[in-house]
């Protein structure tokens, strides 16, 4: 079974600029997360996704960060326009209909914003 | 809302001695309790978890962590570790029952010594 997948793994760009981010979840799981992981501290839940619905982005800064989940499988986090405080690594998981409590996660993008 | 606390942001110990890491945490309902682990650059993987039943629970690597309800504790153990325990573990919580959101500690970094 092929894990979760994300890409790109690094991305360095200027402030002010957009990036966007990949996931592909594990075939079948209904529901994925996108998290944000700043140096020293633990992920951080971003937004949750049921199948192409949104459940909770309640910590989403709206203003500047955007996702999507079209056609309920893979999903692209937007930051437009990125910070210095947005250095980070951006994880996403997915967690399956059976045992949905467990959550798999991909290899994450470190992103540095200069 | 759920919380979790790891009071040790670094614990150094030698090969083959055994180890605690500490989790609280805090919630007024019933909750589930998970240990993640994070290789160098690589995502989290699931360590072991607290669903319901027994209160030891224990991973295939050696590890194992006890549900104290009335210590709201969740500490994870192994009573002789390896080189290869080198990593960053992650105490969580949420809320019991599936898609509940998962609030992550602030990880505590595992040094094996040789």
């Known amino acids: 079974e092929a894990g979760v997948a994300q890409s790109p793994r690094y991305k360095i760009i200027e402030k002010r600029q957009s990036v966007a981010f990949w996931c592909n979840p594990i075939?079948?799981?209904?529901?994925l997360y996108w998290y944000q992981q700043i140096l020293g501290q633990g992920p951080k839940l971003l937004i949750q996704?049921?199948?192409?619905?949104?459940?909770?982005d309640s910590q989403l800064p709206k203003d500047r960060f955007s996702a999507e989940r079209l056609k309920g499988v893979d999903s692209t986090l937007k930051i437009q326009p990125a910070k210095l405080e947005d250095s980070a690594v951006y994880l996403c998981?997915?967690?399956?209909?059976?045992?949905?409590?467990?959550?798999?996660f991909g290899p994450g993008t470190r992103l540095l914003v200069l | 809302a759920q919380s979790v606390t790891q009071l040790d942001s670094q614990v150094p110990v030698f090969e083959e001695a055994p180890v605690e890491l500490r989790c609280n945490y805090s919630?007024?309902?019933?909750?589930?309790l998970f240990w993640y682990v994070q290789y160098p650059n690589q995502g989290l993987q699931l360590l072991l978890k607290?669903?319901?039943?027994?209160?030891l629970v224990e991973s295939i690597n050696g590890f194992e962590a006890e549900f104290n309800k009335s210590q709201t504790s969740f500490h994870l153990r192994k009573p002789s570790v390896h080189i290869s325990d080198t990593a960053e573990y992650f105490c969580?919580?949420?809320?019991?029952?599936?898609?509940?959101?998962?609030?992550f500690g602030t990880g505590t970094k595992l040094q094996v010594i040789p």
């Open positions: 998981a997915s967690s399956p209909v059976q045992g949905a409590e467990t959550q798999y």
């Open positions: 075939s079948g799981h209904a529901t």
């Open positions: 996704f049921q199948n192409n619905g949104v459940v909770d």
């Open positions: 919630s007024s309902v019933s909750v589930y």
């Open positions: 607290y669903l319901s039943g027994s209160t």
């Open positions: 969580a919580v949420s809320l019991s029952g599936g898609y509940q959101k998962v609030t």
